[in-house]
């Protein structure tokens, strides 16, 4: 029989809230994360860092740290493969600087020694002479006549002509004609919007165990989002057989996006293969600041026109993002999700990718669309304001539904965007009174989402437990979600399945844990893992009776006879069949694979109310809802945590984080002490309500949650604020200076 | 580097007067061993003073005032309930200071010695008007403990000189005191502005008062003006609003990655009546 255990409501294991299977270890200091692990015969490796923001690198001078007493190895860039092209070229000259070092942090040589205090004394050791050549931080400033380029012949087809070089990606996108729809509107506005670089801030920094011989066998354990994707970056960046080099991936202390490439695990393996011992690199944080890839910084003009009864009547935005001295930034995600949530008859969105001597930018949860949220919301938020509209009832009357047509093109299937109005809408919070000083503000966001090549194994165990084997490192809960889909399709108690993050050489391919993919792609290959099992156990259950496999059905652990006429047998349970699975045919495995295109977008709401200190510019987040489509929340307490950690992450965005740059191009504040990330006592308690607008594209109607979350908090904290202070802020972050020079410049106006 | 574990006073100021290149005290360590951690500073001697008697005693003196042990921790000082009573402003400056786990090391002698123009406590040490006894090669001798830093992260305490107690004199009848900082957080963060304020009242009418601002001056800054500001009159809007801007005129900040001048010297001011306006409350509360 074929089965298909498709479906939305009825649910057993799905939807409910058992303890997650990670948490013994992780409170009793049990799990290994990246810098956990260790092996005989370990060195410790340290990273000898640019100090300058560009320069050309003259020498290398390694002959003092390798006299000193254990050290094993150094390599610079010669050391890895030549040849690359494309990303695998980017990465590299990421990894280690090639001629030139490109950013204040840029790796430009790497040692090994027998301590990490002897890998340290090394490193300081290394000398290096450098020409310093002049340098840009700032997007607009690195698109000006003039600016210092960053690298010739790096622009693509798709760059117009007479652009700085430093502009490597352009992007155009939209429908009918935006002057046409300006003219219909009775109030255009039009505004300027800046965001600073933020970090995704993950507790754990990079670290990773490399081993490398001179077979071209090699072990890495890292912490990663995608430890296939390390397999094959690796591989290419030091001329191994993909298939030689098997990755397993640590337990992973946050990723958002940040751990989806690669920065120190080339290094540890090429310092290996040198030294021929196993290789231990961490970075500290102050290199993870310096060094990893924090988010884009932006520069933005939106414009929108609008009825005096809120229909949107035309809506155009450019965005200048720029991703570090690597193409990259995500604009074209920018513009794709700047105006995403409105149905609109003429659109228009231009992005530009642009070179800075900056380090290369990564994912950051919805890489490009929180910024395109907050220039795009704002603007709609000073509409409602000037023509004295409901901002929900506003955004409803524009919402993108079913049929409609999305501004970056295709037609939109069921979506969720309208039921998280509603809902936000008819949330006490929306009508609770202020206190004076507060001010409310709302915004929508929207993500893809994303499906992506998946594998997943399952194997039934002698007494009818399960096990699981999927390739997507758990960044949100996903071995939870797992296991109580596994469970749905099984029939056996949450408890009995165990879900674990196979290594390279375990499973087929799978893409990194990124795009929200893993509770909808590894999910569905895990409910289809188990229904192959299924199947294979009713085949067992039917030669017993001496039945047709198409008269047996499974239900509730159990294959049953599917009526009076397939036969009168008592219900066989799992434990039975299992138990002599190796006489009947030998081992009941479960797997599938393939590349689910079914990932359904995901929309949300967000209410903030801020209130502000009109005497030091101090903000205060007081209360903060977020109301988001979440398809079917598989484990709700984890759909809850996404959406408060997204949130969380949106505060920290929006009010205090920040890349500071000095006018020599170093990073002034490489560290958790100057880099304000939120504390506990920043944040209220944040409510969440979960709206389930099932995707049809998932057995179970699943949508990805991780990213949505952060799409909305600039923008709604930035309307809050703006309410509060009673003055339009267009630059991000909120800090107390700038709202007090805000409110001065308001008050002198 | 060379870490010792002196049992004495005289122990550890023989080996610092006799140590060569670079020496440092360790109490707590949350500064210093950052420091290092970060190549910040390498010492070549570490001086541990935890083991010295008396280090970690907070004592009620014949004279009503307190004597602080240089390795009294933050915490230690949190949950003395008497030293709280009278110098709350003291405290909660100290208080403020890192997280849990740093204010179980913290201590109030190594932030004064850190000599970090934003450190929380020295404000509200000034203004309380604390002294340290300073024991050397050369004997022992007590100042005032705004002559002891000397700019950021720079001390007046000669080679071989080290702090040994730390003195708060008597609380009086009718006095209160005060300190507020401004960060960007509500925690875990360093002073873009602080400051102290010191107040003795006899009914409404202020008979004492000691104002002093970190973090918008090389060292921190006692408003000399505002005793005369404030003494005879009571906190009313009027003196309030010198007050601010006696603060605002005391400032001399820089522009850095914490704050600009402007906005420095703004929330000095601010701060200033705010401060003011608790200690007042705290003096008047004393007095009845």
Redo the contacts between chains.
């Keep these: 029989m074929a089965l298909d255990s498709s479906k939305t409501t009825g649910f057993k294991y799905v939807g409910t809230r058992p303890d997650r299977p990670d948490g013994f270890d992780k409170v009793t200091g049990r799990a290994k994360f990246g810098a956990d692990a260790t092996a005989p015969g370990m060195l410790f490796a340290a990273i000898k860092r640019s100090p300058h923001a560009h320069a050309r690198i003259l020498r290398i001078d390694t002959t003092k740290a390798l006299a000193m007493e254990g050290v094993k190895a150094v390599v610079t860039r010669a050391d890895f493969a030549t040849g690359l092209t494309g990303e695998n070229w980017n990465i590299l000259e990421n990894v280690m600087a090639g001629d030139t070092a490109l950013y204040d942090g840029h790796a430009v040589a790497a040692v090994a020694a027998t301590s990490a205090l002897s890998a340290r004394d090394a490193m300081k050791a290394i000398e290096v002479e450098y020409e310093i050549l002049p340098h840009v931080t700032d997007v607009d400033k690195a698109m000006e006549p003039g600016a210092p380029v960053i690298r010739t012949g790096a622009a693509d087809a798709s760059v117009p002509e007479g652009l700085h070089p430093n502009v490597v990606r352009y992007h155009k996108s939209g429908h009918g004609d935006v002057e046409a729809g300006f003219a219909e509107a009775d109030l255009v506005i039009e505004d300027h919007f800046v965001t600073e670089a933020t970090h995704q801030g993950y507790i754990e920094p990079h670290a990773c165990l490399g081993t490398l011989g001179a077979d071209g066998k090699g072990e890495l354990w890292c912490c990663t989002q995608g430890h296939w994707n390390v397999q094959k970056v690796c591989a290419a960046l030091l001329g191994l057989e993909t298939s030689q080099l098997r990755v397993t991936a640590s337990e992973i202390g946050g990723g958002f996006g940040g751990k989806t490439t690669v920065f120190i695990e080339p290094v540890a393996l090429a310092l290996s293969r040198k030294a021929n011992r196993p290789v231990k690199l961490v970075m500290t944080r102050?290199e993870v600041f310096k060094a990893s890839g924090p988010t884009s910084s932006t520069s933005m003009d939106v414009r929108i026109g609008m009825k005096t009864d809120g229909t949107i009547t035309a809506a155009e935005g450019v965005f200048r993002l720029q991703g570090g001295a690597f193409p990259g930034a995500p604009m074209e995600f920018t513009a794709m999700c700047a105006f995403a949530p409105y149905d609109l008859k003429h659109v228009r969105q231009v992005g530009y990718d642009v070179l800075t001597n900056r380090p290369k930018q990564a994912a950051y949860r919805a890489p490009g669309s929180p910024m395109a949220a907050f220039a795009v919301e704002s603007v709609i938020d000073e509409l409602c304001k000037k023509l004295d509209l409901d901002p929900i009832d506003t955004r409803l009357k524009n919402a993108s539904h079913e049929g409609t047509r999305a501004s970056f093109g295709p037609k939109w299937p069921r979506i969720g965007l309208v039921e998280t109005l509603e809902a936000a809408k008819a949330h006490p919070h929306y009508t609770a009174p202020l206190a004076p000083g507060q001010g409310r503000g709302i915004s929508c966001g929207f993500w893809f989402n994303h499906g992506g090549e998946t594998s997943v194994s399952l194997a039934m165990s002698e007494d009818g437990s399960a096990q699981i084997m999927v390739g997507t490192p758990d960044i949100g809960g996903s071995r939870a979600s797992m296991a109580l889909m596994a469970a749905e399709v099984l029939g056996i108690p949450y408890e009995n399945i165990r879900c674990t993050i196979a290594d390279t050489a375990s499973l087929g391919y799978n893409e990194i844990s990124h795009g929200s993919r893993v509770t909808y792609a590894s999910g569905l290959a895990t409910i289809k893992a188990a229904e192959a099992a299924v199947e294979e156990l009713c085949a067992r259950a039917a030669a017993k009776w001496g039945i047709p496999e198409d008269a047996v059905y499974w239900e509730d652990g159990c294959a049953k006879p599917s009526g009076p006429n397939a036969g009168d047998f008592e219900p066989l349970p799992i434990a039975e069949i299992t138990a002599t699975m190796g006489a009947t045919g030998g081992p009941i495995n479960g797997h599938f694979e393939a590349t689910p295109e079914g990932a359904g977008v995901s929309f949300a709401t967000h209410i903030v109310d801020a209130e502000v200190d009109r005497?030091?510019?101090?903000t205060k987040v007081v209360r903060y809802t977020v109301v988001q489509d979440a398809g079917k929340a598989v484990h709700p307490t984890y759909v809850e945590g996404q959406f408060q950690g997204g949130a969380a992450q949106g505060i920290g965005w929006a009010?205090?984080e920040e890349y500071?740059y000095g006018e020599d191009g170093r990073l002034?504040?490489a560290g958790f002490?100057?880099y304000?990330i939120?504390?506990a006592?920043?944040l209220p308690m944040i409510d969440t309500v979960i709206v389930e607008v099932p995707n049809p594209g998932h057995p179970f109607g699943v949508r990805g949650v991780g990213e949505t979350s952060i799409c909305p908090p600039l923008a709604a904290i930035a309307n809050a604020v703006s309410a509060a202070a009673g003055v339009r802020m267009r630059q991000l972050p909120m800090?107390?200076?700038r709202i007090?020079e805000a409110l001065d410049s308001a008050a002198d106006g | 580097m060379q870490y010792h574990r002196p049992a004495t006073f005289e122990d550890a100021v023989t080996l610092a007067a006799g140590a060569q290149g670079v020496t440092r005290f360790l109490a707590g360590g949350t500064d210093v061993l950052v420091q290092m951690r970060s190549d910040i500073v390498t010492p070549d001697t570490l001086i541990d003073i935890k083991a010295i008697p008396g280090t970690h005693d907070i004592t009620r003196q014949e004279d009503g005032g307190w004597r602080i042990g240089v390795a009294v921790t933050g915490a230690e000082m949190r949950e003395h309930a008497e030293l709280d009573r009278d110098w709350p402003g003291l405290v909660e400056a100290m208080d403020l200071i890192g997280s849990t786990q740093v204010q179980g090391r913290a201590t109030l002698t190594g932030n004064l010695c850190n000599a970090s123009p934003a450190a929380d406590s020295v404000p509200a040490m000034i203004a309380a008007g604390v002294t340290a006894t300073i024991t050397g090669p050369d004997g022992s001798r007590t100042a005032p403990v705004e002559e002891i830093p000397a700019g950021p992260g720079k001390t007046s305490l000669a080679r071989g000189e080290m702090i040994t107690a730390l003195h708060v004199p008597p609380r009086g009848t009718g006095g209160g005191d005060a300190y507020l900082r401004f960060i960007p957080r509500t925690e875990m963060d360093i002073a873009v502005v602080g400051c102290g304020v010191n107040l003795v009242v006899e009914g409404d009418t202020i008979t004492h008062a000691r104002v002093t601002l970190g973090a918008v001056a090389p060292t921190a800054v006692l408003v000399h003006a505002a005793e005369d500001a404030l003494v005879g009159r009571t906190l009313d809007e009027e003196a309030l609003t010198a007050l601010a801007d006696l603060a605002e005129a005391s400032c001399n900040p820089i522009d850095d990655k914490r704050g600009t001048i402007r906005f420095r010297t703004h929330v000095a001011g601010v701060l200033a009546r705010r401060a003011a306006k608790i200690a007042y409350d705290r003096a008047k509360g004393a007095a009845k």
């Excluded at chain 1, 005497?615 to 101090?618: F, P």
């Design positions: 102050a005497e030091t510019g101090s009010l205090n500071i002034q504040n002490l100057d304000r939120p504390v006592s920043d800090r107390p200076s007090l």
